[in-house]
């Protein structure tokens, strides 16, 4: 059974920085596609970043570009999202997920891709 920890969320003023950790536990880690996505109130599950399993490609929305960075530390089973110049518009439900497929460039985008889910952590940003 895969399990998913996301910590680190919190809140924080607009301009600021987080970093959210997402621990994996049952599955061979350096063999996942993982994501982050996030959930606004009322809106559905967005992507937000993901890391091919060797850390070497990276996805980023169009909305994070430049502000977020997502890594992975296959030693630890840990991936990151370093999130930078944070926004009230990023305040949301951040989850971690996690595939060992190999998704295309266009599925790695899309929640149909993974397989595997953390609870979420709260990120609230004030302005």
């Known amino acids: 059974q895969v399990q998913l920890v996301e910590s680190g969320g919190g809140l924080v003023q607009a301009g600021g920085s987080l970093r959210l950790s997402c621990a994996a536990s049952?599955?061979?880690?350096?063999?996942?596609?993982m994501g982050w996505f996030r959930r606004a109130p009322g809106n559905e599950r967005k992507f937000v970043a993901a890391?091919?399993?060797?850390?070497?490609?990276?996805y980023y929305s169009d909305s994070v570009k430049g502000r977020f960075t997502i890594s992975r530390d296959n030693a630890r089973n840990t991936v990151y999202l370093q999130m930078d110049s944070l926004k009230p518009e990023d305040a949301a439900i951040y989850y971690c997920?996690?595939?060992?497929?190999?998704?295309?460039?266009?599925?790695?985008?899309?929640?149909?891709?993974?397989?595997?889910w953390g609870q979420g952590t709260q990120v609230t940003v004030s302005s």
């Open positions: 049952g599955c061979t880690f350096s063999n996942c596609t």
């Open positions: 997920a996690a595939t060992a497929a190999y998704p295309s460039a266009v599925q790695i985008l899309t929640t149909t891709a993974y397989n595997y």
């Open positions: 890391v091919r399993r060797s850390g070497g490609s990276t």
